[in-house]
């Protein structure tokens, strides 16, 4: 079992900067790190992922430019940080885990098998 758990969140203004935390209670050199966000009412939505190191990162069209996740090994703990945020980017972040990484499945939520409890991100126009 891993445990996942987020941090970084908070209120931004549009253009501005935040920068997500993801910390795993144990190594997660060998698997894929995603992360997703949901607004109530709609689906959940894949972001990004990076799959074993920072070669193998993939990111939805809308987080592509101004969205990068990476990881460190070492402290168990992948990053998302966003950049030139828009309103549209208003959501709960969650990162989750794939203990089997896969390119065919890693956008795909039901990939994952751990999920962190979110993270509330806000950008005021």
């Known amino acids: 079992q891993v445990q996942l758990v987020e941090s970084g969140g908070g209120l931004v203004q549009a253009g501005g900067s935040l920068r997500l935390s993801c910390a795993a209670s144990?190594?997660?050199?060998?698997?894929?790190m995603g992360w997703f966000r949901q607004v109530p009412g709609k689906e959940r939505e894949f972001v990004a992922t990076?799959?074993?190191?920072?070669?193998?990162?993939y990111y939805a069209d809308s987080a592509k430019g101004r969205f990068t996740t990476s990881r460190d090994n070492a402290k168990n703990t992948v990053y998302l940080q966003m950049n030139m945020l828009k309103p549209e980017d208003t959501a709960v972040y969650y990162c989750?885990?794939?203990?089997?990484?896969?390119?065919?499945?890693?956008?795909?939520?039901?990939?994952?098998?751990?999920w962190g409890q979110g993270t509330q991100v806000t950008v005021s126009s």
């Open positions: 990076v799959i074993w190191s920072a070669a193998n990162t």
């Open positions: 989750a885990v794939d203990l089997a990484p896969s390119i065919a499945t890693m956008m795909r939520g039901d990939a994952y098998d751990y």
């Open positions: 144990r190594r997660i050199t060998t698997y894929a």
